[in-house]
C-alpha cells in the first residue's frame, strides 16, 4: 500500500506515504491518502497527525506516467480531485497536521505542507512547483502559504527551488534538522501538542481555520481550472511527454 498509519505513541497517528521510485502519488494514491488523513482526524484517540514520507523524498506529485497512459481525461480528472481531496483532508482534519519533508517536495507535495499546521525539515529538503514546465497550473495557493506574495510568483512562474533555510527564515518551517533527526522532531512537537487537552486543540484549529483569510479550497480549484483549459488546448499532453521523454 503507497500509504500507511501507525500509532506510535498514545496520542500520535503517524500517516506514512510509500510509493516508490518517487512517491508520485496515482488517482487512487490520493484518494488513499486523504481517507487516511480523515480517518485519523476522526478517531477520538488521536490527538495529532504527523505526516512523513519514506523514499527519497517527501512527494513528487502526480503520476505523470498514468495520465499519459490515459487516451481520455479520466486519469488527469482523477488526479485533480484526488489531489483536491488531500488537500482539504490536510487542512479540515479535526486535529493538527505537522508535514516531516525531507529530500523533494514537489507539485502535490506543496500542496500537503502548504496545508499543514506545523512543518518541520530536514536540511535536504526542497521545495518547488515544476507546474508550469508540466503543462498544469496548481498549488499557487499553497505555496503562497509558504512564501511572500511575490517570492511566491517568482518561484511558480520561473519553476524555480526553494530549500528549508529559506523557509524557516520566511517562519513557514518550524524546525529545520539533519535527516537522522526529522523522525524524531516532528515526534517530539507532535508530542507536545498531544498532551494538550484534545478538545481544545480540536476547538482550536476550528478557530484557526474559521480566521484564515485564504480560501484554500475554493482558490485551489480555480487554479485548476487553467489546467483544464491547457489540457484541452493541447498544451498540456505535450509538456508532460516532453518530461517523461527527457528533453
Request: aromatic residues 6%; contains cysteine; glycine residues 10%.
Amino acid at each position: 500500500m503507497p500509504v500507511n498509519t501507525q500509532q506510535p505513541e498514545p496520542g500520535i497517528t503517524v500517516v506514512t506515504v510509500d510509493a516508490p521510485p518517487v512517491n508520485a502519488l496515482t488517482v487512487r494514491g490520493w484518494f488513499d491518502l486523504a481517507e487516511a488523513v480523515r480517518k485519523a482526524g476522526e478517531d477520538p484517540a488521536t490527538h495529532v497527525v504527523v505526516l512523513r514520507a519514506e523514499g527519497r523524498g517527501f512527494n513528487a506529485g502526480v503520476d505523470i506516467k498514468e495520465i499519459q497512459a490515459d487516451p481520455g481525461y479520466g486519469a488527469l480528472i482523477g488526479a485533480n480531485q484526488g489531489c483536491a481531496a488531500a488537500f482539504a483532508a490536510v487542512y479540515d482534519c479535526a486535529v493538527p497536521v505537522i508535514a516531516a519533508v525531507h529530500g523533494f517536495c514537489l507539485g502535490g507535495g506543496i500542496g500537503l505542507v502548504g496545508n499543514a499546521d506545523v512543518v518541520v525539515a530536514s536540511e535536504d529538503a526542497t521545495f518547488a512547483l515544476p507546474e508550469v514546465d508540466r503543462g498544469a497550473l496548481g498549488a499557487a495557493t499553497h505555496l503562497a502559504r509558504l512564501v511572500p506574495q511575490h517570492l511566491m510568483r517568482a518561484l511558480y512562474y520561473t519553476a524555480g527551488t526553494i530549500d528549508a533555510h529559506q523557509l524557516h527564515h520566511h517562519g513557514s518551517v518550524y524546525a529545520v534538522v539533519p535527516r537522522a533527526d526529522l523522525d524524531e522532531t516532528a515526534l517530539g512537537v507532535a508530542r507536545r501538542i498531544a498532551a494538550k487537552d484534545t478538545r481544545v486543540i480540536r476547538a482550536a484549529k476550528q478557530a484557526i481555520n474559521g480566521i484564515d483569510v485564504q480560501p484554500v479550497h475554493r482558490s485551489y480549484r480555480f487554479e485548476q481550472g487553467f489546467t483544464f483549459e491547457l489540457n484541452l488546448a493541447g498544451v498540456s499532453d505535450a509538456a508532460r511527454q516532453d518530461f517523461l521523454d527527457g528533453k
